[in-house]
């Protein structure tokens, strides 16, 4: 039997699928197709590493290590969820929950070889082990119509707004950057050169032939000076000092560089107290929240609040996570991140939280110059035209190069702050020099690898979308980089391998391509960015929060290089504030849109294998969340209004009929009929059902590993919806 792999993931989607699972399960038998889950939660991952501290019934398997092996297969057909992507409070978090359930894993410290360990379930774990293709990312036509129909709030830009975009000019990854392209295999070496002699930072780095390979650095001292300049600056303007950061994928640099940001803004607290947080263990990398959470034990705890509230009062206004309970953008690494966090501000008019919970306008840190001039361009746009008109506005679709590893977001394991000065070097195995950088202590040096195979797929995808949608692609390459320059050459070798005839196909530097691609959206044109690694992530946020929202509602296609299928659900994430909410006042408003959509796409994949019913079930579930959006049935963000699993009962009951109408298949139609004939008849009352269980407080017996049956219980309390399901 054909199986589908559902993954089981984290908080909302985590959530949601307790409810829409059942649905799918249901459903995808009629097709022969099977639905499996894998565990691949932080807290399932947490457990699958420490399997002897285990007994032999809480023992789990590396669900992980085994989706990454059956990407790499044809048979792949992957439904992936978003997940946590932890940072350290996160992880810490996690495994005191786990620790209390009667897990007996060890503390994070225990040892440095625990914290190896756990060194590896940190950050974004997941995605880049999954992600054995480029990525296709689009709003379909579906989620565009209904924005233009229903255009959401957008803040007003005002031409004086003081909102602007603070990124360095020198002494970052971007103006170090050196690259090389590999005439052939090789087996690389990292080495620092200091004045105590050599020593190997990583050995035995694997390439291939026509890999690209960058590496660069970004220098303490200047990295310091710009901050302090910022600090300054936004204090000067009277403007809010907001930092933006990707702690979570880019899990070893940017927590080092959010940690400078913190002591920055409290020079106080680690002038006086540096030593007493060192001794313990409380880093700035973590933020603030963990700082203050670790004081509360220390003899000096009411000195380090003293010297923080003097960081507030005498720094700029701090943009707010949580003005209500003072979380400000230095608590925690993982709270603004970059991707979503800088649409949000761009889509209210260019304004962030004050302490005061009102809104202002914001310098936003982003020391690396590599993408930030993009957000700058859109800034500067809409000061000058006003914000965009999502009634009107034009798409930009995203095809991303990020199979295998590629560029920044595979650098984890070859970046490293210095503790000395001296100089990096990548050698070859010959023994030659292939980089050089010389750097001081406390710099953060970082190669990237780039394989030729995914970049030849990466401009196929390209001119495959171009053809499809008819719209034109723009490269987003600099030639002043030099990896984007290696990059450039092998794009125009490898467009010739392709029919571009009446094709536009462009290569523009970021800057430009946004320009390019604003004034097109502002004039109701579709465009589709080609980009790196980076700006694919940024991009498929950006571009959909200003466009539709969100963007929970995209199609996010992985094509795998190897034949097989993996259907990540939206660009987002899995939005804390969402479990927050169920379990205050049980309504989840999680929104499925992304499950739905990616769910039609993987039984399509399924029909080009040979199960023609699969391809039916797929189209019909298209025409379900078609109406979902026409007739507003997704979750509304307020209690007692339709949620999270109001919406999975329409799902379910549009599918059924779509699919009791559809011709193609005559036996799957008459599997169906009963169904739409029975959520014709009770859907209504269900639909209140669903409403009336909503409102009071709600046990999930955990956060990160959550009872399963308490979980099962909260997101299906409708007997006759799990009725009409169990009859098919
Ligand atoms: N693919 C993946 O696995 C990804 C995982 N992540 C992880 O998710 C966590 C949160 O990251 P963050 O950057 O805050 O990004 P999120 O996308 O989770 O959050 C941004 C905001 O988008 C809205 N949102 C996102 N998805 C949905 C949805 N399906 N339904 C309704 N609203 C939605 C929510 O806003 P509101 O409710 O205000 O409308 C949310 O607060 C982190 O652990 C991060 O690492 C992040 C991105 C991708
Ligand atoms: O893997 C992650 O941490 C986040 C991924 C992400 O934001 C994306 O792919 O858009
Ligand atoms: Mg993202």
């Not at 260019?350 to 310098?363: A, E, L, P, S, V």
């Not at 290696?486 to 010739?496: H, P």
């Not at 009963?674 to 008849?681: C, D, N, T, Y």
């Not at 269900?686 to 049956?709: K, M, S, T, W």
Request: a negative charge; hydrophobic letters at 45%.
């Amino acid at each position: 039997m054909a199986t589908i792999i559902y993954t089981h993931t984290d908080e909302a989607p985590l959530l949601a699928t307790y409810s829409f699972l059942p649905v799918i399960q249901a459903y995808a038998k009629a097709a022969g197709v099977d639905i499996e889950t894998r565990d691949i939660s932080l807290a399932g991952r947490i457990l699958a590493t420490f399997p002897e501290r285990l007994t032999d019934d809480q023992r789990v398997g590396d669900a992980l290590a085994e989706l990454g092996e059956l990407a790499k297969t044809p048979d792949a057909n992957i439904i992936k969820l978003p997940n946590i992507s932890a940072s350290l409070p996160q992880l810490k978090a996690a495994i005191a929950e786990l620790q209390g359930q009667g897990f007996d894993i060890p503390n994070y410290d225990e040892s440095d070889e625990v914290t190896a360990r756990y060194d590896k379930i940190k950050g974004s774990a997941v995605n880049p082990v999954l992600r054995e293709g480029n990525s296709d990312r689009r709003a379909p036509s579906a989620v565009k119509n209904y924005a233009r129909k229903h255009p959401h709030s957008m803040g007003a830009w005002s031409t004086d707004s003081k909102t602007r975009v603070a990124t360095m000019s020198g002494g970052d990854f971007r103006n170090s950057e050196q690259s090389v392209v590999m005439p052939a295999a090789d087996t690389l070496t990292i080495r620092f050169v200091g004045d105590e002699g050599e020593r190997i930072l990583k050995a035995d780095l694997a390439v291939l032939e026509g890999e690209v390979i960058d590496a660069s650095v970004m220098r303490a001292a200047e990295l310091d000076a710009f901050i302090a300049a910022q600090i300054q600056a936004a204090k000067d303007s009277g403007v809010l000092f907001s930092a933006h950061l990707k702690a979570t994928m880019m899990k070893v640099s940017d927590p080092i560089i959010f940690g400078r940001i913190v002591r920055a803004f409290f020079p106080a607290l680690f002038a006086e107290y540096g030593d007493v947080l060192e001794a313990a263990g409380l880093s700035a990398n973590n933020g603030l929240a963990a700082i203050l959470a670790g004081a509360e034990n220390l003899p000096e705890r009411d000195g380090i609040i003293a010297a923080i509230e003097r960081g507030y009062a005498e720094g700029p206004a701090l943009a707010m996570v949580n003005s209500d309970k003072g979380i400000t953008n230095l608590h925690v690494p993982s709270d603004v991140i970059v991707d979503a966090s800088m649409p949000a501000m761009i889509r209210v008019g260019g304004k962030m939280w004050n302490r005061d919970g009102q809104t202002q306008d914001t310098i936003a840190v982003l020391p690396d110059s590599s993408y930030a001039g993009i957000y700058q361009v859109v800034i500067d746009d809409c000061k000058a035209n006003g914000a965009l008109d999502p009634a009107t506005m034009g798409s930009v679709a995203n095809v991303g190069l990020m199979a295998q590893k590629a560029e920044e977001y595979g650098s984890h394991d070859k970046t490293f702050q210095m503790d000395a000065s001296g100089r990096v070097e990548i050698v070859n195995a010959a023994g030659e020099v292939l980089t050089s950088h010389e750097v001081a202590a406390g710099d953060i040096w970082r190669a990237c690898q780039t394989k030729d195979a995914p970049i030849r797929d990466w401009v196929k995808l390209a001119v495959n979308r171009s053809r499809a949608s008819g719209q034109p692609a723009v490269f987003w390459l600099d030639p002043a980089r030099s990896h984007d320059a290696a990059l450039i050459e092998k794009v125009n070798t490898y467009l010739g391998e392709h029919d571009t005839d009446g094709l536009e196909i462009r290569i523009m530097t970021p800057i430009e391509a946004t320009k390019f691609s604003v004034d097109r959206i502002r004039r109701g044109e579709d465009t589709i960015s080609v980009t790196g690694n980076v700006l694919r992530d940024y991009l498929t946020d950006l571009f959909p929060i200003l466009e539709v929202g969100t963007s929970a509602k995209m199609l996010s296609v992985v094509p795998l290089m190897n034949g097989g299928g993996l259907f990540e659900t939206g660009a987002g994430g899995s939005a804390p504030k969402h479990v927050e909410q169920l379990v205050s006042e049980n309504h989840l408003r999680w929104d499925s849109l992304g499950e739905f959509l990616a769910l039609a796409e993987s039984f399509r994949h399924e029909a080009t294998r040979g199960n023609a019913r699969a391809g039916v079930l797929g189209d019909a579930l298209d025409i379900a969340t078609e109406r979902i959006l026409d007739e507003d049935k997704s979750p509304s963000r307020r209690v007692g209004e339709i949620d999270n699993r109001g919406s999975h009962l329409w799902i379910a009951r549009y599918w059924a009929e779509a699919l009791a109408e559809q011709q193609a298949d005559a036996e799957l139609a008459s599997v169906f009929a009963p169904v739409a004939k029975a959520f014709a008849e009770q859907g209504d009352a269900i639909a209140q059902e669903l409403i009336d269980a909503q409102g009071a407080a709600v046990d999930l017996g955990g956060y990160y590993r959550p009872d399963a049956a308490k979980a099962a219980a909260a997101m299906r309390p409708s007997a006759a919806f799990n009725a009409i399901l169990a009859s098919i």
